[in-house]
């Protein structure tokens, strides 16, 4: 027999609910060995008042509860509210003397508006008065802060805990350089409205809790799987279809494959020209598009810095955003995010290749006038340099807000991608060719001693792991004291650790270089 409405695990688990002729529960349910909850086939409707007609009249009659109404005969001499979860009492019993006036005050509070519509379809079951029994979804209808109308959060349980992961952990790094933090704000918010969203929140959120955990990310596939399904039939449809959700789900997306940089397919990243191309265009957007693709921007350097991908964002079209237009400390930060784009761009053909001399120059001013107009609460509260010979490696540089650590972490990378490039710098025999690379590896370690230092300085600027983490990655060798190497180690070990950020093979990768290089320069005897 098929229960109309299913029982209330099947309608939990979005499956066909069965009951076998004159069986107590229905068949999912029984093959669980689980507690079946039907719902009863009759409904109640609540009566508040009746009308009495007497002589040719009609006379209302309220029903109210007096303050010192019983509402029921208790003869034992304790009443025990047990409250249930899954068919077993979870412990939270209340004992009540025997003189206890049990009144409407106490129960569980009724969608009076939609009981009378109808109204128990999702309600968990009720076997008697005194039993109040938990669903495993959450519901607004029994709580304080429920409204008049019947509208239910249809998240799990566990679906709820990973959106407060999302929202907590994950979303501030997304967030560093927007003051209105749309990620921990709309974007779960949209999430509850549009499926493709949420599900690729869920897959980020369980493949950072499973990395934290080390449990298996077998949630987090099943989550993406299940994006994926709803993704491509809306990539597949004309550009001038696409929106800002499709955006918020390919940059979560992306996210979640960084989470698994040493495997990083970059299937998110790459796209189709016609997705890369709107991201840059939502720059100007405003509101929640534009701090999308100022995301995807970051995302990008990432890929470019680490993995040696060329930066194909039309980047004139970020220079109509707002934030040219504001001198906030998210807005002062972008900028320099912005030209250190431009800088990469320019020199994505890598170390040795010729650059333009006036590209360069005007690359080269631009990052010294930023410099130069940096608003003066960007000073530090404190600096202290580093000192090799007492083990600090990295200096003290305490920033009085998060888009300043950020910002000054990318000005310390425009200018290594600057000195990678510099035209001013062609050799003209062997031995300058010798000299030019040393002290381009000394100027790229300074400032890469810098941009770690201020991770360690500012740990609540969770967001300036990365940045340290993506050059270590591409310019750790030129780290050549001991303590440099062991201070770099042990803050990527910090990273994976607090973060989730798998750093462990850029730890490996490290260490092969340098024990390599070490093994070079043995003077032979």
Known sequence: MRVGKGCERCRHRHIRCT???????????????????????????????????????????????GEDQVWVDVSSKLV???????????????????????????????????????????????????QISRSPRISTSDSPFSSQSDKRSTISYREASLMRCFIQKIA???????????????????ALQVPMILKALMALAARHDAILTGNSDLEASSYHG????????????PENAYNENLLVTVVILRICEELENNTDEKFHLLGSNRLINLMSRSASSDGLAEAVSWQFLRQAIYASVVQYQPLQLNLENYQCSTMFQRTDDAAVANMIIFHCAQ??????????????????????????????????????????????AVDR??????????????????????????????????????YELTRSRRMTERTIATHLVIVIGLSWSNESVQNAYFMACHLLHRFGYCLR?????????????????????????????????WTELAQLDLVRH
Request: aromatic share 10%.
């Open 226 to 237: 299940e994006c994926l399904e709803l993704l491509i039939p809306v990539l597949d449809q």
């Open 343 to 388: 800088i990469i761009q320019h020199c994505r053909d890598g170390p040795g290749a010729l650059v333009d001399i006036s590209t360069w120059r005007h690359s080269a001013k631009s990052i010294e006038d930023w410099h130069q107009s940096m608003p003066t609460t960007w000073q530090p509260l404190r600096y202290q340099a580093p000192n090799i």
């Open 172 to 190: 501030p790094w997304a967030d560093i350089c927007d003051p209105q933090s749309h990620f921990s704000t709309i974007v779960p918010q949209r």
């Open 19 to 65: 009951i076998p002729p004159g069986a107590p529960a229905c068949a999912p349910c029984t093959r669980l060995g689980r507690a079946c909850h039907l719902d009863p086939r009759f409904q109640f409707k609540a009566v508040h008042h009746v009308y009495q007609k007497e002589k040719g009249t009609t006379a209302r009659f309220d029903f109210n509860w």
């Open 393 to 430: 490696p990295f200096p003290e540089i305490w920033m009085m807000s998060a888009p300043a650590v950020v910002g000054m972490q990318y000005y310390h990378a425009a200018c290594i991608f600057l000195s990678l490039s510099d035209p001013h710098s062609q050799p003209n025999n062997d």
């Open 481 to 513: 004291h001991t303590s440099e190497q062991q201070g770099a180690l042990r803050f990527l070990g910090r990273v994976e650790k607090v973060l989730g950020w798998r750093t462990s093979w850029i730890k490996q990768e490290l260490e092969q270089q």
């Open 80 to 130: 025990t509210f047990v409250l249930e979860a899954d068919g077993s009492s979870e412990g939270g019993e209340f004992e009540l003397s025997r003189h206890t006036s049990l009144t409407p005050p106490y129960l569980p509070h009724i969608n009076q508006s939609a009981e009378c519509a109808g109204g128990f379809e999702n309600r968990p079951t009720m076997h008697s008065p005194l």
